[in-house]
């Protein structure tokens, strides 16, 4: 082992004398000479140091001083002596040094890249993901970036950033294929390396504003899930270094991170379309007047970050003038969206079977078999309802297959139940069922609702049922109410009797026969209020 270079001055910055590797290292260093003119600067204003600063009034070592000598990083430990001289020991630490640097680089790029990775991830908007990775590759790789999504045609959808200013949000159109590199990263091949792009071919759309003459130009594929999540452009200055190998790869890495990211948005927003779209189809219809006959419904999925249940209810319009509707109301076992899925299959099979609207008992029989055949295990109840105006009148025909039976409001305030009943649908291979006829006269409503409303357990003790008394007791208030009202006060008074607790799902639909006279006021032009 080479021993350490060693040179020793006196008080005045005077060599004494050194080493043969002292010698090798500071040719210059013999014995007479000052340090100023043998050494670099910081040895001698280290040596300058320890003789100002008191220090030889300690015994043995000092501070230690470190700089450059011909290129290489050295460490000079000096050690005091007695005969007033300091010995200066010369430590190469370049290796060490570089050692050091590239662990603490490498620990940057790796706390970037987790950072990269937590951020992209984090958020699921395609349009911040790419706003995100244009500014964070401004921060630490270009001087300015482009995020490309994938091709429209030709049209891009681009989000460039210019380093210390905000991202922008472009759609430029293009041939990709005339950008060289630009083409194929879109298609999720490998990047072409840096040295072989001609900054000078960069079409305008491709420079910031400001950003000046370009230097040199990255262009990698943004890799996503199975297919390209588009492409990272990272522009330098003319003035600024060109892009290393080293940098090329890492910004790959970066890239890998970006396109994860993005293509997760991209997979989150196609399917949050897609369950918005089938969540619409399975969501209660908003009910109105049809046919001279008022309808209104309301429906509260049992958990209120869910939008759809089992409950559900539809109003079939008659194909012709004169005609009853056909109104459904059910209630599938379970809730949540297993449930939702088979109501739907329900109302759509019930909307196969409308030609049969008129025959209450054939429509449930054949749901019954299509329930029966299915791999479900769940069973519903369900209330059809047939309502048709005739003159100031609606005629109902009311059939329960194992439902809680329609409530009655009569304009006096009485409330009546609809004596129909019959068997659980999707349980048993034959089912019955009986049907009850009934006549609204104007401003009387019948009410179909869900045992979700009488068995909601709340109340001063929490664990009361509201029921079908107290139900009863709250639409004998509602005499003469618009269809509209009577729903809205039946949840209103369902939800305070509930409080914060748990429930089930809950739906009710009211059918109501208008009021058709009207008071005259200001000349006997005015409408005024319903008489009758």
């Known amino acids: 082992m080479a021993p350490y270079p060693v040179l020793i001055a006196d008080v005045h910055g005077v060599v004494a004398r050194c080493n043969n590797a002292a010698e090798a290292l500071l040719p210059a260093a013999i014995p007479g000479a000052h340090l100023s003119d043998v050494g670099p600067d910081w040895l001698r204003d280290a040596h300058a140091g320890l003789n ?233 219809p908003s009910l109105h007047q049809i046919s001279g006959v008022d309808f209104a419904g309301g429906y509260r999925p049992s958990s209120d970050h869910e939008r759809i249940g089992g409950d559900f209810y539809d109003v079939h319009p008659a194909t012709v003038e004169g005609d009853a509707s056909l109104v459904l109301l059910g209630d599938v076992c379970g809730k949540g969206l297993e449930a939702a899925v088979l109501t739907g299959r329900i109302r759509n099979t019930l909307h196969a079977l409308l030609p049969l609207a008129d025959d209450h008992q054939r429509m449930l029989d054949l749901l019954n078999t299509s329930m029966l055949s299915s791999h479900h295990t769940r069973f519903a109840t369900m209330i059809l309802a047939s309502a048709v105006r005739r003159g100031s009148m609606v005629d109902l025909k009311l059939t329960s297959g194992g439902h809680p039976r329609p409530l009655i409001v009569r304009a006096d305030g009485t409330v009546e139940e609809a004596d129909t009943h019959g068997t659980l649908i999707g349980v048993i291979p034959a089912i019955t069922s009986t049907s009850v006829t009934a006549s609204l006269a104007p401003g009387e409503s019948c009410v179909l609702y869900t045992d979700g409303i009488t068995e909601a357990k709340g109340g001063p003790m929490g664990d009361a049922l509201f029921g079908e008394e107290r139900l009863k007791r709250a639409l004998s208030g509602c005499a003469g109410m618009p269809a509209e009202g009577i729903v809205e006060h039946v949840q209103m008074l369902a939800s305070q009797w509930l409080g914060d607790g748990s429930h089930d799902d809950m739906a009710v639909v009211v059918i109501s026969a208008p009021r058709t006279h009207h008071l005259s006021a200001v000349n006997g032009h005015t409408r005024g209020r319903y008489t009758a």
Request: proline fraction near 8%; hydrophobic fraction near 40%; aromatic fraction near 6%.
């Open 52 to 284: 100002s600063s008191g220090a030889r009034s300690t015994p043995g070592t000092g501070r230690a001083a470190a700089g450059d000598i011909d290129g290489r990083y050295f460490e000079a430990h000096p050690t005091f002596r007695d005969d007033g001289c300091v010995a200066w020991w010369l430590v190469d630490d370049t290796d060490h040094r570089l050692v050091r640097e590239a662990l603490r680089t490498e620990r940057e790029l790796s706390a970037f890249l987790a950072k990269a990775s937590s951020v992209l991830l984090s958020s699921l908007n395609l349009e911040r993901c790419m706003d995100v990775t244009a500014q964070m590759a401004t921060e630490n790789l270009a001087d300015a970036a482009l995020v490309i999504a994938p091709t429209r045609g030709h049209r891009l959808p681009v989000v460039t950033c210019l380093r210390g200013a905000p991202p922008e949000t472009t759609t430029v159109t293009v041939d990709p294929d005339a950008v060289p590199g630009l083409g194929e990263a879109l298609r999720g091949f490998p990047p072409v390396p840096s040295r072989w792009m001609d900054p000078g071919t960069a079409p305008e759309w491709m420079k910031p504003e400001g950003m000046g003459p370009i230097g040199s130009i990255v262009i990698t594929p943004l890799p996503g899930h199975g297919v390209p999540a588009g492409a990272l452009v990272l522009l330098r200055r003319a003035e600024a270094a060109a892009f290393s190998e080293e940098e090329e790869v890492f910004a790959r890495l970066f890239a890998a991170r970006a396109g994860a990211g993005m293509s997760a948005a991209r997979l989150y927003a196609e399917q949050s379309s897609i369950s918005e779209l089938l969540m619409r189809e399975l969501l209660p």
